[in-house]
């Protein structure tokens, strides 16, 4: 049954006041609830983000497409991939509607209620695609009949994609466009769990014509489609049949992602663009962290050269004229220059990550296990970039959660690794929101969520003993300290004149720590994992 | 999944639905003189902060009541004291005698509505979860769908964080007492209630079903014995609750007298603006605000008032358990707010019906979102429209009257055709009046249009539920909660 018609008929029992016999009601009432919240936080505060995206609407929908990639009236030029401009372009004859003044490229900073009301009406109806996209991955669970609502997979996992506090807080009020985004790459997902590699494939090409962020995860989809599609049987054991390899389905393969890309870059090489969009997609930007240090090896790596220089200093091992100026003033500046460790460049990075996924994709290549190691191996390679990168946004660590949701509703080793993970990436982006109205907002919604998943993932799991362990509950309850330190004790201290930046590297440092932690057992679980394509029902 | 994290999740869900509307504009926003009622709460800060008490609620130099004058009981009086000393920590400007008049900041806006947050949570909401936790029928699942159904309610979110005022103080110590008198605690009840009604004098329409209700229960106890004993215990926690309230007014004959006329402004007429009364709505077909005079038309509305409530206290008197006590405050609540003197479309809080006061203050989104929230989440989780047989709605001895006259009726699915009606109607109506410009002979056409709709809803809700209390017919469900 469409969704469409599905959504009639329940407008329709509700009409008629019929029992719900279909059960799949709560998940329309789980989407509009959401739906709801979303459209309660039109007013709150956006970030620069939301010029962003308006000067996007502007530059698509006023100059021709020769002179996308050029235009620099803004500061914050295009650089998103073709498609994702295709898509603005889109939205801007809608937007002509609400407020034609936005779409002229010199009104910087133009924010009218209409402009407010019509991005963020985008940001919510655009999340369509994520609902379909997260109904399509609860029909890859496996499901106990007879479960009370409440404690079924399904349920669960649509609550925790559905309400996840990192999109509603990024997406809602930051401001952007994730959820449609991972709503593809779900659904990508999903038509692989389902055994419609050519769409998954496809869906995963335009994903990366729109925001090519998601090369991060690209090694994953490669070594997998390769391996398990490509070669099209295993050995009794798991290993390579490598007489089973199709050259028909590579090629197909290959046409599919090349013409995608064709579509997409066509015009732009056919312009002779092609450096010109490629320097903008991949600005060389300075700087090895952001100004608010994502928590990941480098913000260790960063307290780590602080501590030892000043050790150095306090001992009488270092000269302090001879330090960088920028180590001992605390202050967090975009070229970070390391005093006593060895300063990191970003080949160095490039090499760090890719060490740090070569073992996952190596594990399924030599062992896959359908699916489910598919989505592991995924997960590992959005954290190893996250972990690895250069000026890695803490947004990015999204990446690794929504799909890490999916495996948490299934194993319970997966279920513990996903709280720690989602509550300590949830805290760490409690700086995007620095403003006092939104505090209780994101406290609200980080309680809920945190709450939800716990109190959720601990009943489908309770057979078994607890999900966390001591430690890492301690870990976990130490976010709450930490949280009234830096947002309500420190700004009334002395230090706050000084040392302003002193909570944000506390809550990357602390929160790299659970991230790290969180890395490592996932990696054990992936190198340990026995093969279980028998058994399970995703393959 | 535990009960303890349900109910957290529909805490923090209503909280956060609050705060998201506060975002929002609030009353008089940027529309000097007078601004609104936002303003009258930053003065009445400003006023007991400077000025001493017994200069509150007189017109002197220092304090014109003609600018937002206190109108409210003295507790509120005392918790804009202590809000007051809390702003002075953090911003004197906002309480400068005269000069902070119509200050308007970020800050400042964020100061106001974290006040109304703070008292929701310490008075309002836990009363919400006890009352739900104990007196809700059904599986435990059932008392949380009603908790986060009371707790979206969009009225007094869209009032109390959207227009700006403080009726969850008033409402949740009401609240509380109507749980203490459903636990046995009379004394702590009648102590709760007090307190409510001296902080907002509207509480009295809801004060005869609670005099009835002890009254009654005593008189069952007998007037010789215990019952007179506990009577004499209510009569004197009441007293001394009053006497303490009015403490510092109790000194000068002329306090207590200045501060009734601040409460019940008689002179001020019938009705002011569109209220959805029997009185404003009567004044549409015969213009009797200014055909009667003043004294006639006090006469008449208490006169009404006392009519429509006489029977169902009467009847709480011979019977007080607690399934009267709820309907009874309903009716009385119902029965003053169509027939008194002087009253304000909020105080019937009921979302819908306040729709162009909530345009006025720029609040149409928020009150889009809450009501079709709360109208979703109520069908869907209450399935109230299920419910609707004759059993349910208690109408059976209705029934056998109308078997004669219209035997071919199936009363069920009348009431659920009307409810979507009274939806369509409402949502066409919200629809007009934002969107469509009103004929110039008729420049008031659709505020008049929304309160005569909604005065004729509460016509037959009042009679409905006084038919109900009045006539109830057996439960099905076992009396277990009656005192």
Known sequence: MSATSHLLKVVIQTVMAAPMTNDQSWFYALALGVSFLKCLLINAYHSTDFEVHRNWLALTHSLPVSQWYYEATSEWTLDYPPLFAWFEYGLSHIACFFDKEMLVVPNLNYASPATVLFQRLSVIVADVVFFYAVKECCKCLREDKGKDLLGKPSFILTVLLLWNFGLLIVDHIHFQYNGFLFGVLLLSIARHCQNRHFEGAFLFSVLLNLKHIYLYIAPAYGIYLLRCFCFTQSNADGSLQWRSFSVVRLVILGTIVLSTFAVSFGPFIALGQLPQVLSRLFPFKRGLCHAYWAPNIWALYNIADKAFSILGVKFRLLDINKLPKASMTGGLVQEFQHSVLPSVSPLATLVCTLLSILPALFKIWHRPNGARGFLRCLVICALGSFMFGWHVHEKAIMMAILPLSLLAVDSRKDAGIFLMLSVTSHYSLFPLLFTTQELPIKIFLMLLFTIFSLASLKTLFRKGGALLNPLEVTYLLGLIPLELICEFVYPLTVWQKTFPFLPLMLTSVYCALGVTYAFIRLYISLLTCSDTTKKTKMQ | ?483
Not at chain 2, 73 to 92: D, E, F, G, I, Q
Not at chain 2, 140 to 151: D, G, H, N, P, Y
Not at chain 2, 270 to 276: C, H, M, Q, S, T
Not at chain 2, 325 to 345: G, I, Y
Request: overall charge positive; proline content about 5%.
């Open chain 2, 1 to 483: 999944m535990e009960n303890w994290s349900l109910f957290s999740l529909c805490v923090l869900l209503g909280l956060t639905s609050r705060w998201a509307v506060s975002f929002h504009s609030y009353s008089g926003a940027g529309k000097p003189p007078m601004f609104g009622d936002y303003e009258a709460q930053r003065h009445w800060q400003e006023v007991t902060y400077n000025l001493p008490v017994h200069e509150w609620y007189f017109n002197t130099t220092n304090n014109d009541l003609n600018y937002w004058g206190l109108d409210y009981p003295p507790l509120t009086a005392y918790h804009s004291l202590v809000c007051a000393y809390v702003a002075k920590l953090l911003n004197p400007e906002w309480v400068e005698l005269h000069a902070s008049r119509g200050y308007e900041s970020h800050s400042h806006k964020l100061f106001m509505r974290a006040t109304v947050l703070f008292t929701d949570i310490l008075i309002y909401i836990p009363a919400v979860l006890l009352y739900c936790f104990y007196f809700c029928d059904g599986s435990s699942k059932q008392k949380v769908a009603t908790a986060l159904c009371i707790l979206l309610y969009p009225g007094l979110i869209l009032i109390d964080y959207g227009h700006f005022q403080y009726n969850s103080v008033s409402l949740g110590l009401a609240l509380w007492g109507i749980l203490g008198l459903g636990l046995g605690w009379d004394l702590f009840g009648s102590l709760a209630f007090t307190l409510a009604l001296n902080y907002k004098q509207m509480e009295l329409y809801h004060s005869l079903p609670f005099f009835c209700y002890l009254l009654g229960k005593c008189i069952k106890q007998g007037l010789i014995g215990r019952g007179f004993f506990q009577l004499a215990k209510i009569s004197l926690t009441v007293l001394v609750t009053f006497a303490l309230c009015w403490m510092p007014f109790l000194s000068d004959p002329k306090q207590p007298l200045q501060v009734l006329h601040r409460l019940f402004p008689f002179g001020r007429g019938l009705f002011e603006d569109k209220v959805a009364n029997t009185w404003c709505s009567l004044n549409v077909l015969i213009k009797i605000k200014t055909l009667l005079s003043r004294e006639t038309q006090l006469f008449l509305s208490f006169a009404l008032t006392l009519l429509f409530i006489l029977p169902s206290s009467l009847k709480l008197l011979s019977k007080p358990n607690l399934w009267q006590f709820k309907l009874a405050l309903v009716n009385s609540s119902l029965a003053f707010f169509l027939f008194s003197f002087q009253v304000h479309e909020k105080s019937i809080l009921l979302a819908a019906f306040m729709l162009p006061l909530l345009v006025k203050d720029g609040l149409l989104l928020p009150y889009v979102v809450t009501s079709l929230a709360f109208l979703f989440l109520s069908l869907y989780l209450l399935s109230a429209l299920e419910r609707s047989t004759e059993e349910e709605l208690r109408l059976g001895l209705y029934r056998k009257l109308t078997r004669h006259w219209l035997p071919k009726l199936n009363l069920s699915r009348i009431i659920k055709w009307k409810f979507w009606f009274s939806l369509v109607a409402m949502a066409a109506l919200s629809f007009t009046s934002v969107w469509l410009e009103p004929p110039a002979k008729f420049p008031d056409l659709f505020p008049v249009l929304v309160s005569i709709l909604s005065f004729l809803h509460f016509l037959g809700f009042i009679i409905y539920f006084n038919l109900v209390q009045l006539m109830e017919p057996q439960r099905k469900k076992s009396q277990k909660k009656t005192n």
